[in-house]
């Protein structure tokens, strides 16, 4: 079993819709929750982070971790066709070395 | 602000042939990172350097695979020789502090 799960995808929406991303996890140990997004041909970029349990917001992007559950959300409200692109979801103890999760292909249908 | 820069952006080789890929990191980042990105999956951990030691190289292929940062700046990383499943996009990323890391556009590999 993987430490950190992610449905591969892709998955599709039409333009304006709320869409939702999930990765879950085993290690109990990770403090540091990271939501990264990567276009075709480009480096990961830092999305959002979340610390311990909780939400956290940014515009139209909203981060929720579930410490209890080991499962981690990342929301787009309103989304458009720049979104498209693949989010990783990345985790980390206190060392701060990173473990991710495959990615999830995001396609918005204009 | 200069992002991290990554050289060349691809290369296409045959196996057993040797390839090498360099990294310039963001000026005063002192940590730097190798990962290896298959098509389809999470970027896997090579090396990590802080300054110009190894932190951790547990998952580096160390027959095949060798890197390193000299004065704590520009990294190399090499592949000697090269076998079909090293293909795939070698990401450098460097950072200041913690959690978050800056990735260069990667160079995609190839081999034949």
């Known amino acids: 079993q993987k430490e950190v799960e992610q449905d591969p995808g892709p998955l599709s929406v039409p333009e304006g819709a709320i869409v939702s991303l999930n990765c879950t996890y085993s290690?109990?140990?990770?403090?540091?929750f990271m939501w990264y997004r990567q276009y075709s041909r480009k480096g990961p970029e830092l999305l959002m982070y979340?610390?311990s349990s909780g939400n956290k917001e940014d515009g139209r992007f909203t981060a929720q971790v579930d410490k209890s559950s080991k499962y981690i959300s990342l929301f787009i409200r309103d989304s458009q066709p720049s979104d498209s692109a693949t989010y990783l979801c990345a985790m980390s103890n206190s060392n701060y070395q990173l473990i991710w999760g495959a990615g999830t292909k995001l396609i918005i249908k204009p | 602000e200069a992002g991290v820069a990554q050289s060349p952006r691809y290369k296409i080789i045959e196996k057993r042939q040797s390839v090498a890929f360099w990294c310039n990191p963001i000026s005063g980042h002192a940590t730097l990172y190798w990962y290896q990105q298959i098509l389809g999956q999470g970027p896997k951990l090579l090396i990590q350097f802080q300054n110009n030691g190894v932190v951790d190289d547990s998952q580096l292929p160390k027959d095949r695979f060798s890197a390193e940062r000299l004065k704590g700046v520009d990294s190399t990383l090499k592949i000697q020789p090269a076998k079909l499943e090293d293909s795939a996009v070698y990401l450098c990323a460097s950072s200041l502090a913690g959690y978050e890391q800056f990735f260069g556009p990667g160079t995609r590999l190839t081999v034949l």
């Open positions: 979340t610390y």
């Open positions: 290690n109990s140990a990770f403090q540091y």
